[in-house]
């Protein structure tokens, strides 16, 4: 099993910036990609990032490219994405997860086997 714990969610105006972090404990041998999804109220949850585990690859939805940066710290097992010029539409519940497959297979909720907590992100117009 794989431990996620998500930390540095909260509240900030529209073109604010936070950074959220994700420490991953247990069996980190067996992940191969790191992502962050979120979730709004009402809506999907969604895919926003990913990085291979080696950190050498990293992709981004359409909507957070050029704003937001996921990066890894390997001798941390920590991963962050810094998220910057925040919108309202960012608010959403950001959930740190882990999956076995290959960074260019790992895109879907499906695709990841273990999950965090989540975070609350509130960006304020």
């Known amino acids: 099993q794989v431990q996620l714990v998500e930390s540095g969610g909260g509240l900030v105006q529209a073109g604010g910036s936070l950074r959220l972090s994700c420490a991953a404990s247990?069996?980190?041998?067996?992940?191969?990609?790191m992502g962050w999804f979120r979730q709004a109220p009402g809506k999907e949850r969604e895919f926003v990032a990913a990085?291979?585990?080696?950190?050498?690859?990293?992709d981004y939805t359409d909507s957070v490219k050029g704003r937001f940066a996921i990066s890894r710290d390997s001798a941390k097992n920590t991963v962050y994405l810094q998220m910057n010029s925040l919108k309202p539409e960012d608010t959403a519940v950001y959930y740190c997860a882990a999956s076995p497959a290959q960074f260019h297979a790992a895109r879907l909720k499906a695709d990841f086997a273990s999950w965090g907590q989540g975070t609350q992100v509130t960006v304020s117009s």
């Open positions: 247990g069996r980190t041998f067996s992940i191969l990609t």
């Open positions: 990085i291979s585990w080696s950190g050498s690859s990293t």
